[in-house]
Nanobody, 121 residues
Framework: QVQLVESGGGLVQPGGSLRLSCAAS????????MGWYRQAPGKQRELVAT???????NYADSVRGRFTVSRDSAKNTVYLQMNSLKPEDTAVYYC???????????????WGQGTQVTVSS
């Protein structure tokens, strides 16, 4: 099993910044990708940003240029730097990791418990 611990959410004014962190631990042989999704009230969960083991990044159009995803492979940790935050960024942000516990088996997807980000004046 893999455990994900998220931190860094909170309340911020429009135009402000926050940095989310997610540390993965447990039975990890290798990680394929790490990333962030979010879910606003009454809406479906959506991709925010992901980063692969080869450092290829993918962003939702709504956050490109404002958010930056990065990782520390030595710590199995993924970060999301969020700048120029808008009220529409308000949501619960979930960390996602695709990993496997041994070689030559399929990667599995794991989710964090979620951290609330509220952008409001």
């Amino acid at each position: 099993q893999v455990q994900l611990v998220e931190s860094g959410g909170g309340l911020v004014q429009p135009g402000g910044s926050l940095r989310l962190s997610c540390a993965a631990s447990g039975s990890i042989f290798s990680i394929n990708s790490m990333g962030w999704y979010r879910q606003a009230p009454g809406k479906q969960r959506e991709l925010v940003a992901t980063i692969t083991i080869g450092d290829t990044t993918n962003y939702a159009d709504s956050v490109r240029g404002r958010f930056t995803v990065s990782r520390d492979s030595a710590k199995n940790t993924v970060y999301l730097q969020m700048n120029s935050l808008k009220p529409e960024d308000t949501a619960v942000y979930y960390c996602n990791v695709e990993s496997r516990s041994k070689p030559f088996i399929a990667f599995r997807s794991y989710w964090g418990q979620g951290t609330q980000v509220t952008v409001s004046s």
